[in-house]
């Protein structure tokens, strides 16, 4: 048994009414609850913060982000790729399961809208438009967000560098990050420790950090500059990327819009070199 359900068994009986119920609930649901600030619980949740404190307090804790923490265990523990797979599939009611993926990721997009300011788009474009270098990190699931973003930022002159290796790999390359650099991170949901560590490695070299994520960990990360963060869904479904792909892609629009001259240029020149090397595009004509 995980630390917070032996609290909540062994104190469940000296809880109030209100506290009982409120117990229940974040334990129901306890993924929408592993990563949100106290306030947000509490709206959540309908009560006062006061009362989550209260709460956290009478099961032993010194206050609810202690609570917040053994949550995130429990998490870590129950939560697995199958577990999250198979909940989404028991949400599926129709037969026309495309049409439902669509509609659920187009009411993500309409919420990131509201949630992903255009001055911070214009702050990571202006971040990545003065640096010498930039260096994308993503991991996983999140690697081919981070070739995308590269294969774009390349073609406008970037030197762009990809940090694709885990462990303690990842130094060999986040030791070169100076103050004329930009780290880019993806990271969704549970933060790696890598991840953590760059940030940390970053900041001692004055290097400024973009952190693409989820609004489920954008509490709990602390150190960057720039935020792009917006919800893919609940912690505990299957996720796609269509969010921060819609993210990213704006991102880059921007850097384009700010250099839209050089950058048709340059887009023109890899055109000539196609040409001059015999891959330019052609269209087959019909026999």
Do not use: W
Request: glycine share 4%.
């Amino acid at each position: 048994m995980t630390e917070i359900r032996d609290r909540l068994q062994q104190r469940f009986s000296s809880l109030t009414k209100a506290q009982k119920r409120v117990a229940r609930q974040i334990l129901d649901s306890y993924e929408d609850y592993i990563f949100v600030s106290i306030d947000e619980a509490a709206r959540g949740l309908g009560v006062h913060k006061s009362t989550l404190v209260r709460l956290a307090q009478r099961l032993g804790y010194e206050g609810y982000s202690e609570l917040r923490n053994d949550l995130q265990e429990l998490y870590r523990q129950e939560i697995s790729p199958g577990r999250k797979l198979g909940k989404t599939l028991t949400e599926i009611h129709r037969r026309n399961v495309f049409q439902q993926v669509v509609e659920t990721e187009v009411a993500y997009l309409r919420e990131a809208v509201k949630m992903v300011r255009p001055g911070d788009l214009r702050q990571a474009a202006d971040l990545i438009l003065k640096a010498k270098r930039v260096f994308i990190c993503g991991r996983g699931p999140q690697a081919p967000l981070a070739e995308i973003l590269a294969f774009r930022l390349r073609r406008f002159y970037f030197d762009v560098h990809v940090i694709a290796e885990e462990g303690r790999a990842i130094l060999e390359k986040l030791q070169l990050l100076t103050p004329h650099d930009v780290l880019i991170l993806y990271s969704f949901i549970a933060v790696p420790k890598e991840h953590l560590m760059a940030i940390t490695l970053a900041k001692e070299a004055g290097c400024p950090v973009i952190l693409f994520t989820d609004t489920v960990a954008k509490d709990i990360v602390h150190g960057v500059d720039v935020l792009l963060a917006a919800r893919r869904g609940p912690a505990t479904i299957y996720h796609t990327d269509i969010v921060p792909t819609a993210i990213q892609t704006a991102l880059i629009l921007q850097i384009a819009k700010l250099q839209a001259p050089d950058v048709l240029e340059r887009l023109e020149r890899l055109q000539d070199l196609r040409r001059r090397f015999g891959y330019e595009y052609s269209v087959i004509p019909h026999q």
